[in-house]
Protein backbone atom coordinates (compact mmCIF):
# COMPACT_ATOMS: atom_id res chain seq x y z
CA UNK A 1 0.00 0.00 0.00
CA UNK A 2 1.09 3.61 -0.55
CA UNK A 3 2.25 6.17 2.11
CA UNK A 4 -1.28 7.79 1.16
CA UNK A 5 -2.69 4.67 1.94
CA UNK A 6 -1.33 4.65 5.52
CA UNK A 7 -2.30 8.17 6.12
CA UNK A 8 -5.42 7.35 5.65
CA UNK A 9 -5.71 4.63 8.31
CA UNK A 10 -3.68 6.64 11.00
CA UNK A 11 -6.43 9.17 10.65
CA UNK A 12 -9.26 6.85 11.25
CA UNK A 13 -7.13 4.93 14.31
CA UNK A 14 -6.56 8.70 15.67
CA UNK A 15 -10.10 8.94 17.89
CA UNK A 16 -10.72 10.51 21.03
CA UNK A 17 -10.87 7.26 23.25
CA UNK A 18 -13.74 9.52 25.71
CA UNK A 19 -15.58 9.53 22.08
CA UNK A 20 -15.28 6.01 21.68
CA UNK A 21 -16.36 5.10 24.77
CA UNK A 22 -19.45 7.50 25.32
CA UNK A 23 -19.99 5.70 21.42
CA UNK A 24 -20.36 2.17 22.88
CA UNK A 25 -22.12 3.19 25.75
CA UNK A 26 -24.98 4.61 23.99
CA UNK A 27 -25.43 1.82 21.77
CA UNK A 28 -24.20 -1.07 24.33
CA UNK A 29 -28.29 -1.12 25.15
CA UNK A 30 -29.10 -2.52 21.69
CA UNK A 31 -25.90 -4.21 20.75
CA UNK A 32 -26.14 -8.03 20.99
CA UNK A 33 -22.63 -9.05 19.52
CA UNK A 34 -23.00 -12.74 20.39
CA UNK A 35 -26.23 -13.46 18.87
CA UNK A 36 -24.60 -11.55 15.73
CA UNK A 37 -21.23 -13.65 15.89
CA UNK A 38 -23.65 -17.37 16.16
CA UNK A 39 -26.49 -16.74 13.75
CA UNK A 40 -25.57 -16.56 9.84
CA UNK A 41 -28.45 -14.50 9.09
CA UNK A 42 -26.90 -11.55 10.16
CA UNK A 43 -23.92 -11.91 7.79
CA UNK A 44 -21.49 -13.90 5.96
CA UNK A 45 -19.40 -16.16 7.22
CA UNK A 46 -16.36 -14.27 6.05
CA UNK A 47 -17.59 -11.44 7.98
CA UNK A 48 -18.19 -13.55 11.20
CA UNK A 49 -14.33 -14.09 11.02
CA UNK A 50 -13.59 -11.08 10.51
CA UNK A 51 -15.67 -9.62 13.81
CA UNK A 52 -13.95 -12.40 15.95
CA UNK A 53 -10.66 -10.28 15.16
CA UNK A 54 -12.58 -6.75 15.96
CA UNK A 55 -12.63 -6.40 19.14
CA UNK A 56 -16.07 -5.93 21.67
CA UNK A 57 -16.44 -2.19 19.62
CA UNK A 58 -16.58 -3.24 16.15
CA UNK A 59 -16.79 -0.89 13.54
CA UNK A 60 -15.55 1.98 16.31
CA UNK A 61 -13.10 2.93 13.53
CA UNK A 62 -15.81 4.33 11.25
CA UNK A 63 -18.66 5.21 13.42
CA UNK A 64 -17.65 8.83 14.13
CA UNK A 65 -17.15 9.14 10.21
CA UNK A 66 -20.62 8.43 9.50
CA UNK A 67 -22.95 10.86 8.02
CA UNK A 68 -26.60 10.80 7.14
CA UNK A 69 -28.02 13.09 4.72
CA UNK A 70 -32.24 14.19 5.18
CA UNK A 71 -34.24 11.31 4.59
CA UNK A 72 -31.62 8.59 5.61
CA UNK A 73 -28.70 8.84 2.75
CA UNK A 74 -26.25 7.80 4.49
CA UNK A 75 -22.08 7.90 3.72
CA UNK A 76 -18.83 7.64 5.55
CA UNK A 77 -16.88 10.57 5.49
CA UNK A 78 -13.39 10.94 5.76
CA UNK A 79 -12.34 14.25 4.42
CA UNK A 80 -12.19 16.01 1.28
CA UNK A 81 -10.48 14.43 -1.88
CA UNK A 82 -10.59 10.69 -0.52
CA UNK A 83 -8.23 8.51 -3.25
CA UNK A 84 -7.84 5.13 -3.67
CA UNK A 85 -4.83 3.99 -1.81
CA UNK A 86 -3.44 1.88 -4.76
CA UNK A 87 -3.82 4.20 -8.02
CA UNK A 88 -4.15 7.45 -6.54
CA UNK A 89 -7.58 7.69 -8.85
CA UNK A 90 -10.68 8.97 -7.16
CA UNK A 91 -13.31 7.22 -8.82
CA UNK A 92 -17.25 7.25 -7.60
CA UNK A 93 -17.22 4.12 -5.79
CA UNK A 94 -14.77 3.54 -3.04
CA UNK A 95 -14.17 1.06 -0.06
CA UNK A 96 -12.63 1.01 3.45
CA UNK A 97 -11.95 -2.39 4.94
CA UNK A 98 -13.64 -2.81 8.15
CA UNK A 99 -10.40 -4.00 9.94
CA UNK A 100 -7.79 -1.99 8.71
CA UNK A 101 -9.26 1.17 7.18
CA UNK A 102 -7.49 0.91 3.85
CA UNK A 103 -9.66 2.55 0.97
CA UNK A 104 -9.33 1.20 -2.34
CA UNK A 105 -11.73 1.16 -5.53
CA UNK A 106 -13.95 -0.94 -7.19
CA UNK A 107 -10.67 -2.45 -9.10
CA UNK A 108 -7.98 -2.47 -6.25
CA UNK A 109 -10.43 -3.67 -3.47
CA UNK A 110 -10.28 -7.31 -4.25
CA UNK A 111 -6.67 -7.61 -4.29
CA UNK A 112 -6.22 -5.83 -1.25
CA UNK A 113 -9.24 -8.72 0.38
CA UNK A 114 -7.06 -11.33 -1.13
CA UNK A 115 -3.48 -10.13 -0.04
CA UNK A 116 -4.91 -10.07 3.81
CA UNK A 117 -8.18 -11.95 3.88
CA UNK A 118 -9.92 -8.61 5.11
CA UNK A 119 -12.78 -9.80 2.92
CA UNK A 120 -15.57 -7.49 3.82
CA UNK A 121 -15.33 -3.42 2.98
CA UNK A 122 -17.84 -0.45 3.60
CA UNK A 123 -19.05 1.27 0.32
CA UNK A 124 -18.05 4.63 1.20
CA UNK A 125 -20.70 6.41 -0.56
CA UNK A 126 -23.68 4.44 0.78
CA UNK A 127 -22.26 3.08 3.93
CA UNK A 128 -22.96 -0.40 3.33
CA UNK A 129 -20.74 -3.51 3.28
CA UNK A 130 -19.65 -5.78 0.59
CA UNK A 131 -18.17 -8.86 0.71
CA UNK A 132 -15.53 -10.04 -1.75
CA UNK A 133 -15.76 -13.41 -1.64
CA UNK A 134 -19.36 -13.60 -1.77
CA UNK A 135 -19.40 -10.34 -4.12
CA UNK A 136 -22.58 -9.54 -2.57
CA UNK A 137 -23.73 -6.80 0.33
CA UNK A 138 -23.78 -8.04 3.44
CA UNK A 139 -25.32 -6.60 6.92
CA UNK A 140 -24.65 -6.48 10.04
CA UNK A 141 -26.91 -5.50 13.05
CA UNK A 142 -24.11 -3.31 14.89
CA UNK A 143 -23.36 -1.70 12.11
CA UNK A 144 -26.53 -0.86 11.10
CA UNK A 145 -27.64 0.02 14.28
CA UNK A 146 -24.25 2.95 14.37
CA UNK A 147 -25.77 4.26 11.16
CA UNK A 148 -29.34 4.51 12.65
CA UNK A 149 -28.35 5.62 15.66
CA UNK A 150 -26.45 8.81 13.91
CA UNK A 151 -29.36 9.50 12.39
CA UNK A 152 -31.97 9.60 14.32
CA UNK A 153 -29.08 11.95 17.10
CA UNK A 154 -29.99 10.51 20.14
CA UNK A 155 -29.06 7.65 23.01
CA UNK A 156 -29.88 3.75 22.30
CA UNK A 157 -32.88 3.21 19.95
CA UNK A 158 -35.14 0.98 20.14
CA UNK A 159 -35.87 0.31 23.66
CA UNK A 160 -34.90 -3.14 24.74
CA UNK A 161 -38.58 -3.61 25.62
CA UNK A 162 -39.00 -3.38 21.56
CA UNK A 163 -36.84 -6.16 20.75
CA UNK A 164 -38.48 -8.55 22.75
CA UNK A 165 -41.33 -10.92 21.14
CA UNK A 166 -44.55 -10.01 22.96
CA UNK A 167 -46.02 -12.72 25.13
CA UNK A 168 -49.76 -13.71 23.91
CA UNK A 169 -51.81 -15.98 25.32
CA UNK A 170 -54.44 -17.78 23.76
CA UNK A 171 -58.15 -16.80 23.85
CA UNK A 172 -59.74 -19.97 26.18
CA UNK A 173 -64.01 -19.89 26.59
CA UNK A 174 -65.42 -19.02 29.51
CA UNK A 175 -67.74 -21.29 31.27
CA UNK A 176 -69.05 -20.44 34.47
CA UNK A 177 -68.93 -22.61 37.35
CA UNK A 178 -71.99 -23.55 39.74
CA UNK A 179 -71.64 -20.22 42.01
CA UNK A 180 -71.29 -18.55 38.83
CA UNK A 181 -74.75 -19.74 37.43
CA UNK A 182 -76.74 -19.19 40.33
CA UNK A 183 -75.67 -15.97 40.52
CA UNK A 184 -76.59 -15.73 36.92
CA UNK A 185 -80.19 -17.66 37.42
CA UNK A 186 -81.19 -15.01 40.60
CA UNK A 187 -79.67 -11.65 38.74
CA UNK A 188 -80.89 -12.24 35.36
CA UNK A 189 -83.80 -13.19 32.96
CA UNK A 190 -83.96 -15.58 30.03
CA UNK A 191 -84.15 -13.69 26.55
CA UNK A 192 -87.10 -14.89 24.27
CA UNK A 193 -86.68 -17.59 22.07
CA UNK A 194 -86.56 -14.99 19.03
CA UNK A 195 -83.32 -13.59 20.50
CA UNK A 196 -81.39 -16.91 20.76
CA UNK A 197 -80.48 -17.40 17.52
CA UNK A 198 -77.34 -15.30 16.71
CA UNK A 199 -77.38 -15.95 13.19
CA UNK A 200 -81.27 -15.45 12.89
CA UNK A 201 -82.77 -11.69 12.49
CA UNK A 202 -85.04 -10.73 15.30
CA UNK A 203 -86.75 -7.29 14.54
CA UNK A 204 -88.66 -6.40 11.83
CA UNK A 205 -89.53 -2.72 11.18
CA UNK A 206 -92.50 -3.02 7.96
CA UNK A 207 -90.79 -5.37 5.17
CA UNK A 208 -87.43 -4.97 6.40
CA UNK A 209 -85.57 -7.45 8.90
CA UNK A 210 -83.24 -5.58 10.73
CA UNK A 211 -80.56 -7.07 13.07
CA UNK A 212 -80.30 -7.40 16.32
CA UNK A 213 -79.14 -4.06 18.27
CA UNK A 214 -80.01 -1.54 15.26
CA UNK A 215 -82.48 0.86 16.27
CA UNK A 216 -83.35 4.67 14.98
CA UNK A 217 -82.71 7.36 17.55
CA UNK A 218 -84.74 10.09 17.54
CA UNK A 219 -83.82 13.48 16.70
CA UNK A 220 -83.70 16.07 19.41
CA UNK A 221 -83.74 19.70 17.03
CA UNK A 222 -80.51 19.48 14.93
CA UNK A 223 -78.95 16.44 16.59
CA UNK A 224 -78.24 14.17 13.65
CA UNK A 225 -74.32 14.54 14.46
CA UNK A 226 -74.98 13.10 17.54
CA UNK A 227 -77.28 10.01 16.71
CA UNK A 228 -75.05 9.47 13.54
CA UNK A 229 -71.54 9.22 15.82
CA UNK A 230 -73.71 7.36 18.21
CA UNK A 231 -75.10 4.78 16.09
CA UNK A 232 -70.99 4.21 14.78
CA UNK A 233 -70.28 4.07 18.44
CA UNK A 234 -73.17 1.27 18.94
CA UNK A 235 -71.83 -0.76 16.69
CA UNK A 236 -68.20 -0.44 17.38
CA UNK A 237 -67.29 -4.33 18.00
CA UNK A 238 -64.71 -3.76 20.75
CA UNK A 239 -66.63 -0.85 22.24
CA UNK A 240 -69.80 -3.04 22.19
CA UNK A 241 -68.04 -6.02 23.52
CA UNK A 242 -67.03 -3.51 26.15
CA UNK A 243 -70.69 -2.53 27.63
CA UNK A 244 -72.59 -5.51 26.88
CA UNK A 245 -70.31 -7.87 29.15
CA UNK A 246 -70.91 -5.18 31.93
CA UNK A 247 -68.01 -3.54 32.16
CA UNK A 248 -69.48 -0.01 33.13
CA UNK A 249 -72.06 -0.60 34.94
CA UNK A 250 -74.24 2.74 35.02
CA UNK A 251 -75.26 1.72 38.44
CA UNK A 252 -72.60 0.92 40.59
CA UNK A 253 -69.79 3.26 38.70
CA UNK A 254 -67.47 4.84 41.60
CA UNK A 255 -67.32 8.87 42.06
CA UNK A 256 -64.59 10.65 42.89
CA UNK A 257 -64.64 9.90 46.55
CA UNK A 258 -65.05 6.53 46.02
CA UNK A 259 -68.55 5.78 47.35
CA UNK A 260 -71.39 4.11 44.80
CA UNK A 261 -73.93 6.30 44.54
CA UNK A 262 -76.42 6.07 41.86
CA UNK A 263 -77.65 9.22 39.58
CA UNK A 264 -80.94 8.47 41.59
CA UNK A 265 -79.85 8.94 44.56
CA UNK A 266 -77.91 12.07 43.61
CA UNK A 267 -80.37 13.59 42.15
CA UNK A 268 -82.56 12.86 45.40
CA UNK A 269 -80.05 14.19 48.26
CA UNK A 270 -80.24 17.51 45.85
CA UNK A 271 -77.03 17.18 44.88
CA UNK A 272 -77.11 17.19 41.18
CA UNK A 273 -75.91 20.29 40.66
CA UNK A 274 -72.60 19.67 41.55
CA UNK A 275 -72.19 15.79 40.72
CA UNK A 276 -70.81 16.04 36.93
CA UNK A 277 -72.76 13.34 34.55
CA UNK A 278 -70.87 10.05 33.69
CA UNK A 279 -70.92 9.60 29.68
CA UNK A 280 -69.60 6.69 30.08
CA UNK A 281 -72.48 5.60 32.53
CA UNK A 282 -74.93 7.06 30.02
CA UNK A 283 -73.57 5.33 26.96
CA UNK A 284 -73.79 2.30 28.82
CA UNK A 285 -77.95 3.21 29.19
CA UNK A 286 -77.95 3.78 25.55
CA UNK A 287 -76.15 0.20 24.46
CA UNK A 288 -78.97 -1.46 27.19
CA UNK A 289 -81.87 0.74 25.51
CA UNK A 290 -80.93 -0.47 21.75
CA UNK A 291 -80.04 -4.32 22.49
CA UNK A 292 -83.23 -4.99 24.53
CA UNK A 293 -85.27 -5.61 22.02
CA UNK A 294 -87.63 -2.58 21.84
CA UNK A 295 -88.25 -1.65 18.35
CA UNK A 296 -89.20 1.81 18.73
CA UNK A 297 -86.76 4.93 18.23
CA UNK A 298 -84.90 5.50 21.39
CA UNK A 299 -84.02 8.93 22.47
CA UNK A 300 -80.66 9.71 23.60
CA UNK A 301 -82.17 13.06 25.55
CA UNK A 302 -79.79 12.12 28.71
CA UNK A 303 -76.77 11.31 26.87
CA UNK A 304 -77.83 15.08 25.24
CA UNK A 305 -77.63 16.72 28.93
CA UNK A 306 -74.66 14.82 29.88
CA UNK A 307 -72.74 15.98 27.04
CA UNK A 308 -74.31 19.75 27.47
CA UNK A 309 -72.41 19.66 30.56
CA UNK A 310 -69.25 18.37 30.38
CA UNK A 311 -69.31 20.88 26.54
CA UNK A 312 -70.92 23.88 27.89
CA UNK A 313 -69.76 25.91 24.94
CA UNK A 314 -71.62 23.78 22.43
CA UNK A 315 -74.53 23.16 24.69
CA UNK A 316 -77.17 24.46 22.01
CA UNK A 317 -79.48 23.12 19.79
CA UNK A 318 -77.72 24.52 16.92
CA UNK A 319 -75.89 22.09 14.36
CA UNK A 320 -72.76 20.60 15.69
CA UNK A 321 -69.61 19.12 13.69
CA UNK A 322 -69.83 15.36 14.36
CA UNK A 323 -66.15 15.28 14.19
CA UNK A 324 -65.97 17.85 16.87
CA UNK A 325 -68.50 15.76 19.02
CA UNK A 326 -66.95 12.74 18.70
CA UNK A 327 -63.29 14.20 20.29
CA UNK A 328 -65.68 15.83 22.79
CA UNK A 329 -67.54 12.39 23.88
CA UNK A 330 -64.34 10.38 23.68
CA UNK A 331 -62.41 13.38 25.97
CA UNK A 332 -65.24 13.32 28.39
CA UNK A 333 -65.23 9.60 28.95
CA UNK A 334 -61.74 9.91 29.42
CA UNK A 335 -61.34 12.21 31.91
CA UNK A 336 -64.39 10.77 34.34
CA UNK A 337 -62.95 6.88 33.69
CA UNK A 338 -59.46 8.49 34.78
CA UNK A 339 -60.88 10.44 37.92
CA UNK A 340 -62.36 7.24 38.98
CA UNK A 341 -59.34 4.83 38.54
CA UNK A 342 -56.81 7.49 40.27
CA UNK A 343 -54.20 4.93 38.60
CA UNK A 344 -51.50 6.73 36.50
CA UNK A 345 -50.50 5.75 33.29
CA UNK A 346 -47.87 6.42 30.06
CA UNK A 347 -49.25 8.95 27.94
CA UNK A 348 -50.79 7.48 24.59
CA UNK A 349 -50.52 4.10 26.69
CA UNK A 350 -54.48 3.48 25.83
CA UNK A 351 -54.65 1.51 28.97
CA UNK A 352 -56.40 4.36 30.81
CA UNK A 353 -60.04 4.20 29.83
CA UNK A 354 -62.14 2.34 27.58
CA UNK A 355 -62.63 4.91 24.79
CA UNK A 356 -58.83 5.77 24.27
CA UNK A 357 -58.35 1.53 24.64
CA UNK A 358 -60.30 1.58 21.69
CA UNK A 359 -59.53 4.61 19.58
CA UNK A 360 -55.97 5.73 20.80
CA UNK A 361 -53.03 5.81 18.99
CA UNK A 362 -49.41 7.39 18.91
CA UNK A 363 -48.44 9.32 16.09
CA UNK A 364 -44.67 10.20 15.27
CA UNK A 365 -43.36 13.66 13.74
CA UNK A 366 -39.51 13.57 12.69
CA UNK A 367 -38.09 17.12 11.25
CA UNK A 368 -34.96 16.17 9.65
CA UNK A 369 -31.96 19.11 9.28
CA UNK A 370 -31.82 19.51 5.44
CA UNK A 371 -28.39 20.66 6.01
CA UNK A 372 -26.38 17.64 8.46
CA UNK A 373 -29.57 15.18 8.27
CA UNK A 374 -30.15 15.43 12.31
CA UNK A 375 -33.54 13.94 12.73
CA UNK A 376 -35.54 15.36 16.11
CA UNK A 377 -38.40 12.85 16.92
CA UNK A 378 -42.21 13.49 18.70
CA UNK A 379 -44.69 11.44 19.93
CA UNK A 380 -48.32 12.32 20.17
CA UNK A 381 -51.20 10.22 20.90
CA UNK A 382 -54.67 11.16 18.92
CA UNK A 383 -57.92 9.38 18.96
CA UNK A 384 -58.13 10.07 14.86
CA UNK A 385 -56.02 11.25 11.85
CA UNK A 386 -57.42 14.00 10.14
CA UNK A 387 -56.45 14.07 6.26
CA UNK A 388 -56.60 16.78 3.66
CA UNK A 389 -58.04 15.99 0.58
CA UNK A 390 -55.61 15.30 -2.25
CA UNK A 391 -55.91 18.26 -5.08
CA UNK A 392 -58.68 18.64 -7.18
CA UNK A 393 -57.95 17.79 -10.50
CA UNK A 394 -61.93 17.48 -11.39
CA UNK A 395 -62.78 20.81 -12.50
CA UNK A 396 -66.39 20.45 -13.22
CA UNK A 397 -69.64 19.29 -11.06
CA UNK A 398 -70.74 16.92 -14.23
CA UNK A 399 -67.73 15.12 -13.68
CA UNK A 400 -67.88 14.79 -10.28
CA UNK A 401 -71.65 13.58 -10.40
CA UNK A 402 -70.21 10.59 -13.17
CA UNK A 403 -67.26 9.52 -11.01
CA UNK A 404 -69.84 9.26 -8.18
CA UNK A 405 -72.12 6.99 -10.67
CA UNK A 406 -69.18 4.81 -11.73
CA UNK A 407 -67.73 4.79 -7.95
CA UNK A 408 -67.92 1.23 -7.80
CA UNK A 409 -65.50 0.61 -10.70
CA UNK A 410 -62.75 3.54 -9.96
CA UNK A 411 -59.98 3.06 -9.13
CA UNK A 412 -56.92 5.49 -8.48
CA UNK A 413 -54.88 4.25 -11.55
CA UNK A 414 -57.85 4.01 -14.00
CA UNK A 415 -58.96 7.45 -12.75
CA UNK A 416 -55.87 9.50 -11.35
CA UNK A 417 -57.92 12.63 -11.16
CA UNK A 418 -60.10 10.67 -8.24
CA UNK A 419 -59.38 11.56 -4.55
CA UNK A 420 -59.19 8.14 -2.40
CA UNK A 421 -58.07 7.76 0.95
CA UNK A 422 -55.16 5.46 0.35
CA UNK A 423 -54.24 8.84 -1.32
CA UNK A 424 -54.79 10.90 1.14
CA UNK A 425 -52.60 8.95 3.11
CA UNK A 426 -49.63 8.41 1.27
CA UNK A 427 -49.99 12.19 1.48
CA UNK A 428 -50.42 12.64 5.20
CA UNK A 429 -46.85 10.18 5.63
CA UNK A 430 -45.24 12.00 2.72
CA UNK A 431 -42.05 14.13 3.76
CA UNK A 432 -43.08 17.91 3.37
CA UNK A 433 -40.54 20.94 2.95
CA UNK A 434 -41.22 23.02 6.30
CA UNK A 435 -40.95 26.96 4.65
CA UNK A 436 -38.35 29.28 6.03
CA UNK A 437 -40.34 30.81 8.32
CA UNK A 438 -40.76 27.12 10.41
CA UNK A 439 -36.96 26.52 11.01
CA UNK A 440 -35.82 24.36 13.54
CA UNK A 441 -32.78 24.46 15.74
CA UNK A 442 -30.73 21.90 14.65
CA UNK A 443 -28.72 20.54 17.99
CA UNK A 444 -25.87 19.41 15.78
CA UNK A 445 -25.61 22.48 13.68
CA UNK A 446 -26.25 24.51 16.50
CA UNK A 447 -28.20 27.24 14.44
CA UNK A 448 -31.54 27.20 12.87
CA UNK A 449 -31.92 25.50 9.75
CA UNK A 450 -34.57 24.45 7.33
CA UNK A 451 -36.33 21.16 7.98
CA UNK A 452 -38.48 18.30 6.41
CA UNK A 453 -40.74 16.63 8.45
CA UNK A 454 -42.53 13.47 7.52
CA UNK A 455 -45.32 12.11 9.65
CA UNK A 456 -46.07 8.06 10.67
CA UNK A 457 -48.32 5.53 13.05
CA UNK A 458 -46.27 4.68 15.94
CA UNK A 459 -48.98 2.56 17.29
CA UNK A 460 -52.44 1.45 15.46
CA UNK A 461 -55.34 2.05 17.62
CA UNK A 462 -57.91 -1.31 17.53
CA UNK A 463 -60.38 0.97 15.39
CA UNK A 464 -58.92 3.80 13.58
CA UNK A 465 -61.42 6.71 12.67
CA UNK A 466 -60.20 8.68 9.27
CA UNK A 467 -61.59 12.27 9.69
CA UNK A 468 -61.85 13.95 6.19
CA UNK A 469 -61.27 17.66 6.22
CA UNK A 470 -64.32 19.12 4.20
CA UNK A 471 -64.43 22.47 6.05
CA UNK A 472 -62.02 25.09 5.04
CA UNK A 473 -61.96 28.34 7.04
CA UNK A 474 -59.70 31.38 5.86
CA UNK A 475 -58.90 33.84 8.74
CA UNK A 476 -57.57 35.70 6.28
CA UNK A 477 -60.36 35.78 3.81
CA UNK A 478 -62.35 35.79 6.99
CA UNK A 479 -65.17 33.29 5.24
CA UNK A 480 -65.47 29.01 5.42
CA UNK A 481 -67.00 26.87 3.01
CA UNK A 482 -67.45 23.27 2.44
CA UNK A 483 -65.54 21.04 -0.11
CA UNK A 484 -68.01 18.76 -1.92
CA UNK A 485 -65.38 16.52 -3.33
CA UNK A 486 -65.91 12.74 -4.41
CA UNK A 487 -63.39 10.33 -2.53
CA UNK A 488 -63.00 6.59 -2.59
CA UNK A 489 -62.55 4.68 0.31
CA UNK A 490 -61.22 0.89 0.17
CA UNK A 491 -63.52 -1.79 2.37
CA UNK A 492 -60.51 -3.60 3.17
CA UNK A 493 -57.46 -1.18 4.34
CA UNK A 494 -53.52 -2.38 4.96
CA UNK A 495 -52.28 0.15 6.89
CA UNK A 496 -48.71 -1.23 6.84
CA UNK A 497 -47.14 1.20 4.71
CA UNK A 498 -47.82 4.02 7.16
CA UNK A 499 -46.42 2.84 10.15
CA UNK A 500 -43.47 3.98 11.53
CA UNK A 501 -41.33 0.87 11.29
CA UNK A 502 -42.09 0.50 7.47
CA UNK A 503 -41.63 4.63 6.93
CA UNK A 504 -38.02 4.20 8.53
CA UNK A 505 -37.39 0.93 6.82
CA UNK A 506 -37.46 2.72 3.62
CA UNK A 507 -35.88 5.77 4.51
CA UNK A 508 -32.78 4.22 5.73
CA UNK A 509 -32.49 1.59 3.22
CA UNK A 510 -31.01 -2.24 3.72
CA UNK A 511 -30.70 -2.26 7.58
CA UNK A 512 -31.37 -5.22 9.73
CA UNK A 513 -30.86 -3.32 12.48
CA UNK A 514 -35.13 -4.01 14.23
CA UNK A 515 -36.35 -0.34 14.03
CA UNK A 516 -38.69 1.36 17.04
CA UNK A 517 -42.47 -0.13 16.36
CA UNK A 518 -41.05 -3.42 15.15
CA UNK A 519 -42.34 -6.64 16.29
CA UNK A 520 -40.63 -10.07 16.00
CA UNK A 521 -43.74 -11.92 15.55
CA UNK A 522 -46.27 -12.25 12.61
CA UNK A 523 -48.84 -10.46 15.00
CA UNK A 524 -47.72 -6.75 13.64
CA UNK A 525 -48.62 -7.43 10.04
CA UNK A 526 -51.94 -9.23 10.51
CA UNK A 527 -52.72 -6.08 13.18
CA UNK A 528 -52.48 -3.74 10.27
CA UNK A 529 -55.45 -5.09 8.55
CA UNK A 530 -58.23 -2.92 8.58
CA UNK A 531 -61.78 -3.34 7.33
CA UNK A 532 -64.72 -0.84 7.36
CA UNK A 533 -67.55 -0.74 9.48
CA UNK A 534 -68.75 2.44 9.51
CA UNK A 535 -69.55 5.59 7.25
CA UNK A 536 -70.62 8.74 8.14
CA UNK A 537 -71.42 11.52 5.54
CA UNK A 538 -72.66 15.20 5.28
CA UNK A 539 -74.46 16.68 2.95
CA UNK A 540 -76.10 19.97 2.26
CA UNK A 541 -74.34 23.40 3.18
CA UNK A 542 -71.80 24.23 5.68
CA UNK A 543 -74.16 25.35 8.30
CA UNK A 544 -77.09 24.09 7.23
CA UNK A 545 -76.55 20.29 6.24
CA UNK A 546 -77.37 16.68 7.55
CA UNK A 547 -75.48 13.86 8.87
CA UNK A 548 -76.59 10.32 7.69
CA UNK A 549 -74.50 6.82 9.11
CA UNK A 550 -73.79 3.89 6.89
CA UNK A 551 -73.32 0.59 9.08
CA UNK A 552 -72.51 -3.10 7.67
CA UNK A 553 -73.19 -5.78 9.95
CA UNK A 554 -72.63 -9.07 8.85
CA UNK A 555 -73.26 -8.59 4.84
CA UNK A 556 -75.53 -5.89 4.65
CA UNK A 557 -75.20 -2.00 4.72
CA UNK A 558 -77.81 0.03 6.84
CA UNK A 559 -78.44 3.47 6.31
CA UNK A 560 -79.43 5.14 9.90
CA UNK A 561 -80.56 8.20 9.42
CA UNK A 562 -81.84 9.35 12.86
CA UNK A 563 -85.41 7.30 13.56
CA UNK A 564 -85.15 5.69 9.95
CA UNK A 565 -83.33 2.67 9.26
CA UNK A 566 -82.98 1.09 5.92
CA UNK A 567 -80.90 -1.69 4.18
CA UNK A 568 -78.70 0.28 1.37
CA UNK A 569 -76.97 -1.64 -1.73
CA UNK A 570 -72.99 -1.46 -1.06
CA UNK A 571 -72.71 0.80 -4.27
CA UNK A 572 -74.82 3.43 -2.30
CA UNK A 573 -72.36 3.38 0.25
CA UNK A 574 -69.02 3.23 -2.05
CA UNK A 575 -70.89 6.70 -3.82
CA UNK A 576 -71.83 8.58 -0.55
CA UNK A 577 -69.53 11.81 0.73
CA UNK A 578 -67.46 10.21 3.32
CA UNK A 579 -66.94 12.40 6.24
CA UNK A 580 -65.72 10.49 8.52
CA UNK A 581 -64.71 6.29 8.29
CA UNK A 582 -64.42 3.88 11.25
CA UNK A 583 -62.39 0.79 10.53
CA UNK A 584 -61.41 -2.40 12.88
CA UNK A 585 -58.53 -5.08 12.93
CA UNK A 586 -59.37 -7.50 10.89
CA UNK A 587 -57.67 -9.78 13.62
CA UNK A 588 -57.60 -9.06 17.53
CA UNK A 589 -54.62 -10.47 19.36
CA UNK A 590 -55.06 -11.08 23.35
CA UNK A 591 -51.84 -9.44 25.28
CA UNK A 592 -50.77 -11.11 28.53
CA UNK A 593 -51.70 -9.75 31.54
CA UNK A 594 -49.07 -8.95 34.46
CA UNK A 595 -49.63 -12.27 36.30
CA UNK A 596 -48.86 -14.57 33.11
CA UNK A 597 -45.67 -16.30 33.82
Request: net charge positive; hydrophobic share 30%; proline share 6%.
Amino acid sequence: MSSSDHKVRVNLLKINPQETQLAAESLSNFKDSEVATQSPDYCCQHLLELRSQMGPDPFCNFRNFIRVRPLGRASIRFGEGLRCGACEQSPPRLYACVLCAAVACNEDAPRHAEETSHHVGVDVGRAELFCWVCRDQVYDRDFDAAVVAVAIGVGPIPPPENLRKRRRVDYKPWTPDPKERALIAEKSSPLPSSQLSGSSPSRTEGDLVLPWGLRGLSNLGNTCFMNSVLQALLHTPPLRNYFLSDKHNRFYCERENRTIITRKSDTNNGNNKNVQMCLACDLDAIFSAVFSGDRRPYSPAKFLYSWWQHASNLASYEQQDAHEFLISMLDGIHEKMQKDKRKPHSHGSGDCCIAHRVFSGILRSDVMCTSCGFTSTTYDPCVDISLDLEPNNVNSAKSNQSIKNNADTLNSSQNPSVSTLVGCLDRFTRPERLGSDQKFFCQQCQVRQESLKQMSIRKLPLVSCFHIKRFEHSPIRKMSRKIDRYLQFPFSLDMAPYLSSSILRSRYGNRIFPFEGDEMDISSELSSQFELFAVITHSGKLNAGHYVTYLRLGDHWYKCDDAWITRVNEDIVRSAQGYMMFYVQKMLYYRASESTS
